[in-house]
């Protein structure tokens, strides 16, 4: 079934992201995977092209288009490319809101044009070792010392944290009778802020992730952005958007494998025919098929709604958990389909069997996803 999200507006640009993946990405995704992280040089390539931080307004060198169309798009084409760093997702889907909407005009001034240029890789550091899916228990505090705060705890998980320029982190600050967050930016190379080693993953492995370790770290309070003591509510406001992310790459994770199954079991003879030739097989991709198309409409949907600045936090919960259930369910089944073949290195299958696995744990896991739709449902 025809898909009705986009126009010959999003169709262009889609072109123009795929040229540039084909051309900068493509030949590079074994050697980021062995580096771990993609190449600086990549980063500032695809911003010259104005593929970073494009929401932001044209005066920090953004272009000024929000319409998360454009976001779904480089999405699926990353998914389509086999690059599994989290570059376009992370800075864009995940971080652009929070510098967009939470920040000063001095703080733009200070941090956008250099997102916008690929100079300022930033990450998103809430998760620590004592507080993943209960986020509110975190325990990492920034206490007010004049006009700077000092930053004490530990994140953990963090995307692009070994490499990243800017770290948003969310920290304990104290009002409401000791319940306020705040998120606070902190620069790399500020005395008392520490990287880990990138943690060793079992996929995803061409994106760093790290712990970040605050010691006594002195930042300027004017690094706060958002309101002082609120931090939570914002990250509460931001995590439909980071959930429709993943979900819409959760989907197109699975249409990309669907595809790779398919010229297999076209080609691939056993028995005398080609396994396409099995009826069981058939019904396994028929009902691929089908969950596909059923679930890409629903989240086409969730993107509409974004649009219109109505997408409701269980939708986007609800979205997420099924699209990454679905992912995972498909690629292991089409895995199968490709028998010991799908085992190896080589094919690509492989890599992305083991890169959809945290798809259900990230973003919040889906057993919170569901627990947030069950209760906005029956309380409705
Ligand atoms: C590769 C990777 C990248 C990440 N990137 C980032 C990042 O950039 N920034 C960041 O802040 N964090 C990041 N995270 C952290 C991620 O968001 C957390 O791992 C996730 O939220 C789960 O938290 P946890 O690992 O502490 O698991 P826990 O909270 O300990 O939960 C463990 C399991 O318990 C079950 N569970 C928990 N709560 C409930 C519940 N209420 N109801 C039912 N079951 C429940 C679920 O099955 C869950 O998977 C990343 C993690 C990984 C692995």
Request: proline share 3%; hydrophobic share 40%.
């Amino acid at each position: 079934m025809r898909r009705s999200l986009y126009t010959p507006e999003h169709d262009a640009f889609r072109s123009a992201f795929r040229a540039l993946l084909d051309r900068e990405a493509v030949p590079n995704v074994d050697k980021w995977e062995q580096a771990g992280t993609v190449d600086r040089d990549f980063i500032t390539t695809a911003a010259e092209s104005g593929f970073l931080g494009f929401e932001f307004d044209p005066e920090y060198g953004g272009l000024g288009i929000s319409d998360f169309r454009y976001n779904a798009v480089m999405t699926e084409e990353v998914v389509r490319s086999g690059m599994a760093g989290d570059t376009f997702s992370m800075q864009n889907d995940i971080i652009v809101p929070y510098l967009r909407d939470l920040t000063t005009d001095e703080q733009k001034q200070r941090w956008l044009p250099k997102f916008t240029r690929g100079e300022c890789v930033t990450a998103l550091a809430m998760t620590e070792p004592g507080a993943g899916s209960d986020l509110a228990s975190i325990r990492t505090s920034a206490v007010r010392d004049g006009d700077d705060l000092i930053v004490n705890g530990t994140k953990t998980f963090i995307t692009s944290g070994a490499t990243c320029d800017l770290a948003i982190v969310l920290v304990r600050t104290g009002e409401r009778d000791g319940r306020g967050t705040s998120f606070v930016v902190v620069e790399a190379g500020t005395p008392g802020f520490e990287r880990g080693r990138p943690m060793h993953k079992i996929g995803r492995k061409a994106q760093d992730t790290a712990e970040l370790v605050f010691t006594d770290c002195r930042v300027p309070a004017a690094n706060i952005i958002g309101e002082p003591g609120r931090g939570f509510g914002s990250a509460i406001a931001n995590l439909p958007r980071e959930r429709l992310s993943i979900a819409v790459s959760g989907v197109a994770s699975a249409a990309h494998v669907l595809d790779l199954a398919l010229d297999h079991v076209r080609s691939r003879v056993a028995f005398g025919a080609p396994l396409a030739d099995l009826q069981s097989v058939r019904m396994a991709i028929a009902e691929m098929h089908t969950d596909i198309q059923v679930l890409q409409h629903y989240v086409d949907g969730c993107v509409e709604a974004l649009g219109r600045g109505d997408l409701t936090a269980d939708d986007a919960a609800g979205a997420k958990y099924k699209a990454t259930d679905l992912q995972w369910d498909v690629v292991d089944r089409c895995l199968q389909l490709f028998g010991g073949y799908g085992y190896m290195e080589e094919y690509p299958i492989a890599r992305i069997w083991r890169d959809a696995r945290i798809q259900r744990i990230y973003g919040g896991a889906n057993e919170v996803m569901k627990d947030l739709v069950g209760r906005a449902v029956v309380t409705r």
